[in-house]
Structure formats: C-alpha cells, structure tokens
C-alpha cells in the first residue's frame, strides 16, 4: 500500500500537473498551426511573458494587501491571460500578419518568430533581470494530505494546494474549449478554416475575425500554462524556452492542427517524461527476492538530465505507427 | 436586369493575364454554363467573379453593383454562392456542420434553409452527423452543393460539379442542378461534359484563350457545326 500512495505521489500528481502545462501550451501551438499553417516556436516565450504577468499583478495585489484562500497566482490569472491574449494580438499585428500580407511561406513566419522569441527574453531580462523568482516568497504553499490509514497505508497521498488547482483550471479550460470548438459558430468556423482554409474563405468566413480569436485563444493559454510552471517550479527569464520542444512533440503526437490531440500528446508527453525519471527501486525492495538483481540506489530508466530526451522517443515512436500524429492532424 | 453581367474582363494572379475579356451575362431564370478546351479560362472566369484573382480591367456587376475584387466574405451576403471543384467540403466535419458553415454570414435563423437542403438531398441528411471526409464523391458533390445553398444564394456558381463521378452520378447532378435553378436560384457553371451539359442550358459560353469564341443558347451552341467540330468532339 504504501508503494502504491508513494507512486501516486511521485508518478500521478507530478505527470499530471506536467501534462497540464504541456497540454495548454500544446494547444495552442497546434491552433496557430492549424489556422496560420506555421511553427510558432516564440509560444514558450510567450508562456513565460504570461508567468511574469501574473507574478507582477501578484505583486500588486500582495502590496495592496489583497489575499484569498487561493494563492494570489489563481487569483490574478484572468487578468493576466486577458493581458497577454492583447500582447498576443499585438505581437501577430506587428510581426506576423505584415509577413503573410506579403505572401511569405511557413519557414518565414518560423524565423520571424524566433526572432519574436529572442525579442521577449530580451525584454524579460531587461525589465526583471535575470534571478529566479517566486511566488510563494509572501505566501505559503498550502500542503493537502490525505490520511490513507484506512486503507493501511502509513503515509498520506500529498499533494500541494497550487497543484490541486493547475488541474482543476486544466479540467476547466479544456471543458470550455471542447464547448467553444464543437458549439459554436465561431469554434466550428476555427475547426473549418483548420480543415480547408480555400473552402473557408469561399463560405464566407470572416478569416481574419478567426486569426484574431485563435491568438486571443493561444496567449490566453499559453499564460495559463506559463503561470502554472512559474507555481509549480520558479519563475525565470528562460522558464518556458526549455519546454518549448516538449511542447512542439506533444503538438505534433497529437496530430497538428487537432486540439483534442494536443491535449492528449501533453498528457501523455507528461507521464512519459515523469514516469522515465522515476525512482523505481521503492516499487521493486518488496519484490527483491524474485528479481535476478541487487537494488542498490535509484532505478529509473534514464537520468534526469535526459528526462527533455523522452519527448522526442515518444515522438519517434508514435509518428512510426501513425504518421499525422494520434488524432490525424496535417501532414504538412 | 441582368444577375450577373461581365464585360471585357482581363485578369489573372500577377503574372500575364488569363483572362483577355471574357463576356457573360446571365439572368436570374438561367442556367449558364461554361465550356471549353483546357487553360480557357473557364475556371479563372468563376474565380474572377468570386473575388479570388485579380480583375485589372472590365467590369462584374451583381444585380446592377460593381463587385470586381470584392472578397468572398462581401460576396456571400449579397446573394453569390461558389461551389470549387475540388477539396470542396471539410472533411474533418459532419455534414450538418458543413452546411452551418454554409450560413456562416446569415445570422437569421436558417433552419428552415436547412430543412430545404436536406429535402433536396436525402442521403446527406440520413448521414447528417457523419464526417464529409467518409462519404463517397457524389455524396460529397451533394454536401459541398448543399453547403453552398445554406446562403440563400440568387447566383450559384459551380465549378465541374461532374468532375470525378460515374455517369449516373453525372445525371443526377445535372438534375439537381436543373432543380436548384426551378428553385429560383440562377446558375453559372463550369463543365467538361459540355454536350450534356449545354443540352440544358439556357445559356452557353465558349471560351478559348481567355476570349468568348462562341456565345448562345445551349441548343444553338450545340447545333451549330463550328463548335461541334473544335469543341464538342464532332
């Protein structure tokens, strides 16, 4: 039993709150693809330009002496996606739609937009410096245990407060999300310039209102995303730059353009990477008499440092046995 | 009035025009159909007017309004419907969802237009809630036509709506077509199999070159020997 409440804390709560954050941000990478048919490697940027948003209201609202029972962080997150949904309009205005008026092809708009991801680190490190922060140096982080000794266990499943609530706004999100693309008049239009953008424009579709309301949809989430990183780790210039090609995997296992499959390839990107680096030499002591080797120190199947090289194993492997990814997305 | 009136219209997509004045007119009681050898502009024609080339010279007036290079998403409300020949539905989406998007600029209620649609093809509203992407050509044929209808065209324009089907299929089109036009709705097409199709047709236009060669009813068109021999296979 308490192997079982050990894995749960190790394996379940961290792949989850992973696979959270790489969902979101997968989402909306597969979004802009779909509709703007290019890479928009500048996303972790933009993710991180989220966290520091919402770091900076927390800020605010620690000075102005405004708490909750959550921490300020889910406090000022609708704010700050709303933000960073209008820093992600501008970005495109400025950058990325002169680029496509003028007719410019996919590898374009991608160098542009590693341009862009240079362009907001440099900002972020001109305006914060380069130290890491955090959100809990006024607060707390609140820790739930569960008391498992009606089940005989001796520890309590842990998980923190801030954890709890990356998943529930995930849940949440991804709800309102399904609603938005298979209701509405504007999702549906988001799923059929996706599908064919010719057909799109020759229905009549106001092309350039589901531009908009696909980069209102990607910063808003990809602020979710970078602020539920920035909770759950710290908050540094480079925070999201490193999850960036985790990101991209789980986009393009889900199938690109498809976002039931980002957020399949998120999760699933997720456990992998968790699962990977896990220590698996707590599970296996009970079992040490049947197996034909000594446990010693820590089992896991590769080191840490090489846990951002599981993405790209999972990639390789799933894109061998369905080539479009999970879901069927674009093969280009 | 005439529904939709071309005159001398040059265009193309930047390089050497396409199009080198191409005439059409056509009333809201006809059906106008296009034919032609390959790389006549017969196309080009229907994309010029559905705003998806550029027209540098000439002029397209809808019910008497100039709207030469005005966009699709203009088109559409005013009554011009454009089915393209080919990757014409969305795929990855139901029938009924290709039809709603049909309406995307109507923001009236439009189930009745719906209804409609569905009683002019049954097999589309018995797999309503299947992809497009699973159905057969002519089914899909019957979705993208559909679809096109949603906006409660006067003009529709349709590009080889035969293109890839069995001969039954062609029939059936080209019924549904002579039954979409009864409807009150008129329709400018593009056709390959242009002895069937000029058979029905009030009027006929043949285009080489991006020029009208020949321009008549479709019985005159067929009757007359010149347009037998060079563009109607003898």
């Known amino acids: 039993m308490d192997q079982l409440i050990f894995f749960i804390n190790k394996v379940l709560v961290a792949g989850t709150v992973l696979g959270s954050i790489y969902a979101l941000g997968a989402i909306g990478v597969t979004l802009i693809f779909g509709i703007l048919r290019f890479a928009h ?27 909750g029972p959550v921490p300020t962080g ?55 410096g380069v130290s890491t922060r955090s959100f809990f140096e006024t607060e707390p982080k609140k820790i739930l245990r569960f008391d498992m000794s009606w089940l005989g266990g001796s520890r309590p499943i842990t998980f923190t407060q801030p954890e709890l609530l990356m998943v529930i706004v995930t849940i949440v999100i991804c709800y309102a999300l399904h609603l938005f693309l298979s209701r509405s008049r504007l999702g549906k239009a988001m799923r059929a310039m996706s599908d064919n953008a010719d057909l799109a424009q020759v229905s009549g579709i106001n092309t350039a209102l589901v531009v908009r309301v696909t980069w209102i949809i990607a910063g808003a989430l990809a602020c979710c995303a970078g602020t539920m990183l920035a909770l759950d780790v710290s908050l540094t210039p480079d925070l999201a730059f490193n999850i960036v090609l985790p ?24 456990f992998a990477e968790t699962l990977a680096v896990f220590d698996w030499s707590v599970l296996l002591r009970p079992f040490q008499q049947w197996l034909p080797f000594e446990i010693t120190g820590t089992i896991s199947l590769v080191p840490t440092e090489y846990k951002l090289t599981v993405a790209f194993v999972i990639l390789v492997i799933v894109l061998l046995a369905r080539p479009t990814g999970i879901f069927k997305g674009a093969a280009t | 009035m005439n529904l939709i009136e ?26 106008g159909v296009i034919v032609g050898p390959n790389g006549a502009g017969k196309s080009t024609s229907l994309k010029a007017i559905f705003g998806l080339l550029k027209v540098t010279s000439g002029t397209i007036r809808f019910n008497g309004t100039a709207i030469e290079n005005a966009l699709p998403d203009k088109l559409v ?27 995307f600029t109507r923001r009236d209620n439009f189930a ?22 699973e159905l057969s050509g002519g089914q899909r044929q019957m979705v993208a036509m559909g679809r096109a209808l949603m906006s409660n065209p006067k003009l529709l324009l349709l590009d080889e709506p035969s293109a890839g089907l069995s ?19 008129g329709i400018l097409m593009v056709e390959q199999n242009a002895r069937q199709a000029l058979a029905f047709a009030s009027k006929g236009f043949v285009l080489a070159n991006g020029q009208n060669r020949f321009t008549g009813t479709g019985a005159e068109l067929i009757a007359d020997p010149e347009v037998a021999k060079s563009f109607l296979g003898g």
Do not use: W
């Open chain 2, 167 to 185: 001969p039954r299929y062609v029939i059936e089109i080209f019924e549904t077509v002579v039954r979409i036009n009864k409807a009150g709705v």
């Open chain 1, 247 to 270: 990101i991209f995997a789980a986009a393009i296992v889900g199938g690109l353009g498809q976002a039931y499959g980002a957020i399949a390839g998120g999760f699933l990107i997720g």
């Open chain 2, 6 to 31: 071309l005159e001398n219209v040059v265009g193309g997509y930047g390089g050497a025009p396409i199009l080198n004045g191409v005439n059409i007119a056509i009333e809201p009681s006809d059906i």
């Open chain 1, 74 to 128: 889910f406090i000022v997150l609708p704010v700050a996606m709303a933000l960073t949904a209008i820093i992600a309009l501008g970005l495109d205005k400025a950058f990325y739609a002169p680029l496509r008026k003028r007719g410019a092809k996919p590898v374009t708009l991608l160098i542009a937009s590693i341009g862009v991801t240079l362009m907001i680190q440099g900002l972020i490190r001109l305006f914060f």
């Open chain 2, 112 to 133: 009745d237009t719906l209804a409609m649609v569905y009683d002019m093809f049954p097999p589309v509203k018995e797999k309503r809630y299947q992809k497009a992407g």
């Open chain 2, 77 to 103: 409300p005013l009554g011009l419907s454009f089915v393209p020949q080919e990757k014409n539905v969305f795929t990855s989406m139901t029938c009924e969802e290709n039809l709603e998007m049909g309406a």
């Open chain 1, 41 to 67: 490697f500048a996303h972790g940027d933009m993710m991180t330009m989220g966290g520091f948003i919402a770091f900076v209201l927390a800020a605010l609202c620690a000075a102005a002496g405004i708490s």
